[in-house]
């Protein structure tokens, strides 16, 4: 005699709910993935905007109500709670859909459809970064999990809802937003605008975890000052670049310090608040001795630590350390503040879009998912800061291969992670026959 687990109230689905399981078109889930590689939209051009376009009109297409606006940069920039651009922008625009009544949404799926550069072309597969070609079972290309396969995914729950003919007590929204990867411009500019909910889940890639919080980062900027002379008599001038060492050094001893004491959610990851320098530049002339050093990098920020805190961490460090050496004594770093702003954020773990979540993989996956963070800023801190909206991650894809080369996503993982999405939305927006 076989025994068959007693299903719990969680793992049971209503008709309703099937029905839009048995919607989703994986085929076009994947096609829609393809599609969007193909689009390379790298944060700030013009490719960013086309794709937002593509987003408008896809959603009004499936039948939700679309608000697709221009966003005003200049008022942006002058909002006292701007979160910082890295990459030049001339223009931006906010896709929301909506589907439903009025009402605040009870569910938002949000995804940010800009892409990091590429970087070597030779890293590639076929040397394409924008091919969206598929080999072993996985979509490859830039964006293929950070993060156009949640954008996808979103997309097709959307249909989802829509082809099922279910109806809804309650009114579901996708966001797609732009800027992420510089500061989070978009999300600011959609929480502005209002378009609040009564929580979200940003559909990043998470590794098969729900992300409850997220670590921050700000970005600096370094200049060791030195004194320039031939190469040949170099002992007559300072070296920014040896002058950099001690400083260096003193940072990467700040980053130990930093990351002794892990929040829980971070089990598991040996440094969740990295301090990475990302460009150096020092010099002009191969047979002078460099009077300039400048270094830019990111400074992780811990979670709950205030912005203000992490940034006096560094600069008390930069200065300390130019105390113990007579030339910088005499010439300070000087540390500076630009890029994007990410502060930490996390949800309240009692909220119950984490029980809901947790239970919609368990039906769908059937696995118990466990409870993370995530080492990097994200949209997170701004839905729920500025929103106000309880936000969490869960969403395709592994999230090691994120901006690196040879991203790519597992197209299983891709469907699986699609239809626990789906179950959520159908739940949590009380979807009905
Ligand atoms: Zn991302």
Same mark, same amino acid.
């Given at each position: 005699?076989?025994?068959?687990?007693?299903?719990?109230?969680?793992?049971?689905?209503?008709?309703?709910?099937?029905?839009?399981?048995?919607?989703?078109?994986?085929?076009?889930?994947?096609?829609?993935?393809?599609?969007?590689?193909?689009?390379?939209?790298?944060?700030?051009?013009?490719?960013?905007?086309?794709?937002?376009?593509?987003?408008?009109?896809?959603?009004?297409?499936?039948?939700?109500?679309?608000?697709?606006?221009?966003?005003?940069?200049?008022?942006?920039?002058?909002?006292?709670?701007?979160?910082?651009?890295?990459?030049?922008?001339?223009?931006?625009?906010?896709?929301?859909?909506?589907?439903?009544?009025?009402?605040?949404?009870?569910?938002?799926?949000?995804?940010?459809?800009?892409?990091?550069?590429?970087?070597?072309?030779?890293?590639?597969?076929?040397?394409?970064?924008?091919?969206?070609?598929?080999?072993?079972?996985?979509?490859?290309?830039?964006?293929?999990?950070?993060?156009?396969?949640?954008?996808?995914?979103?997309?097709?729950?959307?249909?989802?809802?829509?082809?099922?003919?279910?109806?809804?007590?309650?009114?579901?929204?996708?966001?797609?937003?732009?800027?992420?990867?510089?500061?989070?411009?978009?999300?600011?500019?959609?929480?502005?605008?209002?378009?609040?909910?009564?929580?979200?889940?940003?559909?990043?890639?998470?590794?098969?975890?729900?992300?409850?919080?997220?670590?921050?980062?700000?970005?600096?900027?370094?200049?060791?000052? #030195?004194?320039?002379?031939? *190469?040949?008599?170099? $002992? @007559?001038?300072?070296?920014?670049? %040896?002058?950099?060492?001690? !400083?260096?050094?003193?940072?990467?001893?700040?980053?130990?310090?930093?990351?002794?004491?892990?929040?829980?959610?971070?089990?598991?990851?040996?440094?969740?608040?990295?301090?990475?320098?990302?460009?150096?530049?020092?010099?002009?002339?191969?047979?002078?001795?460099?009077?300039?050093?400048?270094?830019?990098?990111?400074?992780?920020?811990?979670?709950?630590?205030?912005?203000?805190?992490?940034?006096?961490?560094?600069?008390?460090?930069?200065?300390?350390?130019?105390?113990?050496?007579?030339?910088?004594?005499?010439?300070?770093?000087?540390?500076?503040?630009?890029? #994007?702003?990410?502060?930490? *954020?996390?949800?309240? $773990? @009692?909220?119950?879009?984490?029980? %809901?979540?947790?239970?919609? !993989?368990?039906?769908?996956?059937?696995?118990?998912?466990?409870?993370?963070?995530?080492?990097?800023?994200?949209?997170?801190?701004?839905?729920?800061?500025?929103?106000?909206?309880?936000?969490?991650?869960?969403?395709?894809?592994?999230?090691?291969?994120?901006?690196?080369?040879?991203?790519?996503?597992?197209?299983?993982?891709?469907?699986?992670?699609?239809?626990?999405?789906?179950?959520?939305?159908?739940?949590?927006?009380?979807?009905?026959?």
């Amino acid at each position: 005699m076989s025994h068959t687990p007693t299903p719990t109230a969680t793992d049971h689905v209503t008709r309703a709910e099937a029905r839009v399981l048995d919607a989703i078109d994986e085929d076009a889930l994947v096609d829609t993935l393809v599609t969007m590689i193909q689009i390379p939209s790298v944060t700030g051009t013009d490719a960013e905007s086309y794709i937002q376009s593509w987003q408008a009109r896809h959603l009004a297409e499936i039948g939700f109500d679309v608000d697709y606006w221009k966003l005003d940069l200049d008022s942006l920039a002058a909002h006292p709670d701007f979160p910082g651009t890295e990459a030049p922008r001339m223009e931006g625009y906010g896709v929301v859909g909506v589907l439903g009544s009025t009402e605040l949404p009870a569910l938002i799926l949000q995804g940010h459809i800009d892409v990091v550069p590429t970087g070597d072309l030779n890293n590639w597969e076929d040397h394409n970064p924008w091919s969206g070609i598929i080999k072993n079972n996985a979509v490859h290309g830039r964006g293929a999990c950070d993060m156009k396969a949640g954008v996808a995914a979103n997309l097709a729950v959307a249909r989802a809802l829509v082809d099922s003919g279910v109806k809804l007590e309650r009114p579901f929204a996708v966001h797609s937003v732009i800027s992420e990867e510089d500061g989070g411009l978009g999300a600011f500019a959609t929480m502005l605008r209002g378009h609040i909910g009564e929580a979200a889940v940003i559909t990043e890639p998470t590794s098969g975890k729900v992300v409850v919080a997220n670590a921050g980062s700000l970005t600096f900027e370094l200049r060791v000052h #030195g004194l320039a002379t031939h *190469g040949s008599t170099r $002992l @007559a001038g300072q070296s920014a670049f %040896e002058k950099f060492l001690p !400083i260096y050094a003193a940072i990467v001893d700040l980053e130990r310090v930093r990351n002794v004491h892990r929040d829980p959610l971070f089990k598991g990851n040996p440094m969740p608040c990295p301090i990475s320098i990302g460009i150096i530049r020092a010099g002009d002339w191969v047979s002078s001795v460099p009077d300039l050093l400048v270094a830019e990098g990111r400074l992780g920020v811990l979670l709950d630590e205030e912005l203000s805190a992490a940034r006096s961490a560094f600069e008390q460090t930069v200065a300390n350390a130019c105390k113990q050496d007579p030339w910088l004594n005499d010439h300070p770093v000087t540390v500076t503040w630009q890029g #994007g702003i990410f502060a930490s *954020g996390r949800i309240d $773990l @009692a909220h119950p879009l984490v029980q %809901e979540i947790t239970d919609a !993989i368990r039906t769908v996956e059937n696995r118990n998912v466990s409870l993370g963070a995530a080492p990097h800023g994200s949209d997170l801190r701004l839905y729920a800061g500025i929103g106000g909206i309880p936000t969490l991650h869960y969403g395709p894809g592994d999230v090691r291969l994120a901006h690196g080369p040879r991203e790519q996503v597992d197209i299983i993982e891709l469907i699986r992670t699609t239809r626990s999405l789906a179950l959520l939305a159908a739940r949590r927006c009380g979807a009905y026959l």
